[in-house]
């Protein structure tokens, strides 16, 4: 069955530094999404992506993130600067074309920005 | 921003029980849904629903989208130890917007 992968599973990163999370979506699929979650609490929504650009993003996608499709595969997240607030899971998905097609999420990355 | 309630918190029941748990909105939605999560992994889903009164199952699990479209319930029946995790309502807005999750622990 195909899912969505992601990678690393961890990352450990002192703050100031840049990170990029990568995710390969389900192939046939053409929305792209990150979500968030900090350690016990909700997973939020952070921006979608599709047709080669930001569809929709949220207050948290601030100036120091971004997403980038280098590739016919890759689904980046990068956080130029990072903060310790930044220490989350990371969520990426996906979905194929229609209103109502369900999102698929990835295993996630923890990043911890000590 | 918008926001679901997701009650109860967290819930310590026996191995058997039925289980039920609920998300309400101070806004419509058009289509709800129920996630699974097990520690240190993605979001997995359940259920969606798409129709305002509509009642699905998936196995064990009955899902109900609110007449108002402003709510939704999950009910697990006879619930075994792997029911073990949380479980997250979303309501679709083009992104999903989650609740805050109902923490299930079994108790065999």
Redesign the interface.
Same mark, same amino acid.
């Given at each position: 069955e195909p899912e969505v992968t992601q990678t690393p599973s961890h990352q450990v990163t002192q703050m100031g530094q840049e990170v990029i999370l990568r995710c390969v979506p389900i192939s046939n699929h053409l929305y792209f999404y990150w979500y968030r979650q900090i350690l016990g609490q909700k997973v939020e929504f952070l921006v979608s992506f599709y047709n080669n650009e930001i569809s929709e993003k949220s207050e948290i996608f601030d100036d120091q993130f971004s997403v980038e499709r280098p590739d016919g595969s890759n689904f980046t997240l990068k956080i130029r600067s990072t903060k310790l607030e930044d220490s989350a899971m990371y969520f990426c998905a996906s979905r194929s074309f229609g209103s109502n097609a369900e999102q698929y999420f990835g295993p996630g990355t923890r990043l911890t920005v000590t | 921003?918008q926001q679901l309630n997701q009650s109860p918190q967290s819930m310590f029941i026996q191995e058997g029980e039925d289980v039920s748990m609920n998300c309400t909105s101070s806004s419509i939605f058009n289509?709800w849904?129920w996630?699974k &999560?097990d520690p240190?992994?993605?979001?997995?889903?359940l259920i969606?629903l798409?129709k305002a009164g509509e009642l699905t199952s998936n196995g064990r699990l009955t899902a109900q989208f609110g007449i108002t479209r402003k709510d939704s319930f999950l009910n697990i029946s006879a619930s075994i130890p792997s029911d073990v995790g949380i479980y *997250?309502c979303?309501g679709?807005r083009?992104?999903?917007? *989650?609740? &805050?999750?109902t923490e299930l622990s079994v108790k065999p």
């Open positions: - | 921003g289509t849904l996630y &999560q240190g992994e993605g979001p997995v889903l969606a798409y *997250f979303a679709l083009g992104k999903l917007i *989650f609740g &805050q999750g």
